[in-house]
């Protein structure tokens, strides 16, 4: 297929709408020299990828994006960079001087190279058939809890653990005494 | 002796089977623990004796009370059944001779173990009070014991092995003795000439032992005995040497010339030591041995010329060693010469055949001897010292000890009825008969020797008598009697002396001759029906010419009192000084002589013992130090050149390869180090890096 | 719709996510960068299943554990990330070089 005959289709101007600010979102993300806007790039981000999948018809995963990362995540992002300090206006000192970003970028384009021309060789033209209506959440849920209710399982025990660690973690340490107000 | 050969030899043939005598039953039985009570008993003493109440002495003491009672019975039994009998165990087996360790039980044993017993535990009774005070009591009494036991091991001994180690174990007992008082250099010096003079002597012993065992095939004394009668020994033509060697070997303990010289010189120990051991049991063991062996010197078919030598020997060292005696200062001297001289009697009686006679004289002198020692012990107590210049009067202080000292005297001098008498008188009638009978020149040599010698033992005898007894006192110690515990022996010695003579009357009692003679083989000699009238109508008149000779030249009328006059300055009572001595009587070539013991010492000092300390000792350490330890400082050099090699192998290769290895392990972590860097995002790169190489095998694969 | 674009974007956010977390120094903006890699596999995920018409909807499945995971991984990074602040008093992993030889 041509990129004529690509862009001649309607869902592809809406793909191109969508991926092109979630691309460029994630591109401001690693290179903002402002720790906040960088954080809020990722929320572009992530929305972005939750309308692709609210285009491919995978509703369930799109509205779960918007509710956990983006209802989630990005408040632990930001309540990280409040509690870290980090400097809320411009810095230079959130990335790693020019002599290491080179080599990362061309690591980067290396990848992305090499898996686009992989990519293109195998599947060149193959067209993505949309269903007529979006997939049905029950039969996600039934898939969940049939098939793959094994690592159901375990995902919960991780994100018990991960709860858990979480609060061990960050917490205080009972040894030191904490300041009482007088 | 007897006429011709051939009869007693034959005579013995036939006869030896028909042994009449008892067994002995179960004492005989238990007659083993003689020599093994007091020797264990040295060994508690060793150990215990410190903790005892009396010091080793009791239990010393007690031991030979044992043996004497033991003894005691033993005789009883002998005189009235006869006991001949001897058991022994197998100890080991060295080729064809079977080594055994025993007892023999007859007459000859018996008579030993009753002297020994009786003699003895009345010396260490005595030695109680003696030896009190001394630093090492306890060491002397193990030692005393030890003595005891070696000597009664000896004369029990079935075998010549046996009598070797009892033989040495009184030797090593008595050079222990001798050098008791060792912070004297002397006492030392004569310690180790007696065992020296003795260990030649025991050369000759062992060998000749090793000769006669070769010669039979046997150490037994019993079977020796038995196969040279059978003629199955080769003893007819290798007996003289052996018994020449063995007689040797018993001139060394009996102190017979040439090998006299240590006895004078071991009175350097305590007097209890000199009575028993250097008068009345140790050197006796040398006619012990004679005696013991006497079915093998009785035969001229074995022992062939032997008894002349034998005569010879005893005959010399009778008379000579009489004759040192006269010029002694030393009271335990006189004694010790005196002693040398009746050994001389003892082994000339051997040798002319008189076996009861010599052994009735050995007997009779344990006792007199013994008491005459244990006396003059006393005396040497009393004024603090061995010379008779220190000495004089001392009957007026000393009443027990001087009339038991002239009992032991008129004993050994031959008065009669004492004991001396009897016994002399029997070796010179056996010599003398002896002579008349075989016409051997040797006999009429030892009979005029032994008539002249009479004469000498009664004038040193007189002299020293009344050189210590008669007199004025010229100590400078106030002189007291002994106590008791030191006189009641000496009385009851002096019992001895005065009545053992009547065992052996010639033709009215022969009880004594009896009794040693109760033994396996039968031994021919000589009974004499009747007293030889003849022979004492000669000899008691040179007795008491010789007693009279002594009192004429150094009796009381013969003092000398020197008086001196002392500044002072008070003329009214000038200070007066006496000093009272006795005559000394110098014949101008013979007393040098005498004095100087003949120069036999001088002899072997500069022929024997100074050779052999000097050039020959250093030469032997030459030899020792460069040719015999040679190889061990070769083996040890070598050793030391292959540890050093050993060594530099093991810092370079050894340790070459761990250092080698440690240091690859180094280099490998140094190296390995610097793949993990601290850097965060380094350590992604990196992990990121091995996920793409895993994605690509799986791609490629 | 082709496949082919969905597989390019995914591939796209991967890389500019890797090149994040290569590049950032400030450890919550490496998670930052961690989260859009995440989301990339996400996209592709979804891509796929849809591509597929998969009956049991594996891709997407597998997308809400992606999802699930990365938030858990999230939270349990920022603790880490508040220890280490509290410790360090910096959020810089420049820092963080004790490690090194």
Redesign the interface.
Known sequence: ?SVGD?LS?L??WV?LLL?IP??VA??M???SKN?VR??LY?VI??AG?AA??LM???E??GW??VL??LG??II??L???M????PLTKSV????PMS??VP??L???L??GV??WA??QS?????????DEA?RTA??GY??FT??VI??EV?SF??L???I??IV??RQDPATPVEQPR | MVASALPLLVFIQENHEEVHAGDGGTLAEFAWLIPVVPMVMAFAILFFGKFSPWKGWGMATAALGFVAVYGIVLTVVNLQDGIVTQSAIDVGQIGIFTIEWGVVVDGLSIMMFFLVGIVGFLVFVYANGYMRGDPRYTWFFASFTLFAGGMLVLVSAPNLIQLIVGWELVGVASYLLIGHYWEDLENVDAANKAFMTNKVADAALFLGAIVMAASAGTFNFAEIFERMIGGETDLATLGFWAGLLLFIGAMGKSAQFPFHVWLPDAMAGPTPVSALMHAATMVTAGVYLLARLFPFYQLPEFAGSLNTIIVIIGAITLFFMGLLAIVQDDIKRVLAYSTVSQLGYMVAAMGVGAYSAGLFHLFTHAFFKGLLFLGAGSVIHAVHSNYMKDMGGLRRYMPVTFWTFLIGTAALVGLFPFAGFWSKDEIIASAYFNATENAEAAAWFMVALSIAGAFITAFYMMRALSLTFFGTYRGTVEPHESKSIMTIPLILLAVGAAFTGLLNIPGLTSVFTGWVTTRAFPIMEHHFDAPDILLIAIVTPVVLLGLGAGWLLWGPQRELVHTTIGETDDISAPERQTTVERPTYSVPVLTPILVNKYYIDDLYMNALVRPTMGPIADATVWVDDHVIDAVPNLVALGSKQIAEAVVVIDTNAVDGVYHAAAGLTGATGRFLRLLLPGNV?QYV?LSFAGV?AIVALFIIF | ?????????G??????????V????????I???V??ML?AV??NL??F???L?DQ???G??F???V??????????G??????I?RNRHS??V?ELDLMRY
């Open positions: 297929m690509w289709e869902a592809n793909f991926a979630t691309l994630s591109v993300v690693v290179s720790v960088a954080v990722l981000a992530l990828t692709l999948f491919l018809g995978a369930f995963v779960t994006v956990v990362y989630a995540v632990l992002f309540i990280g960079i509690i870290t300090r980090a000192e959130l990335s790693e290491a970003k990362a970028a690591l980067s384009f990848l992305f898996v686009a990519v293109v599947f060149d033209s193959k067209v993505i058939p949309l269903p997939t039969e996600l898939s969940i098939s793959w690592p159901f995902v991780v994100l653990a991960a709860l660690g979480g973690l960050a | 995002h790169a793409v | 719709m082709t496949i082919v674009q969905f597989i390019l974007l591939a796209a956010m991967f890389s500019v996510g890797l090149y994040g290569l590049t950032r120094r400030n450890a919550v903006l998670l930052a960068s989260e859009v989301a996400n996209v979804v891509a299943d849809v591509y018409a049991a909807s594996t997407q499945v997308a809400l554990f999802i699930a995971l990365a938030a858990a991984e999230a939270g349990i920022i603790a880490i990330v508040l220890m602040f959020a810089d420049d």
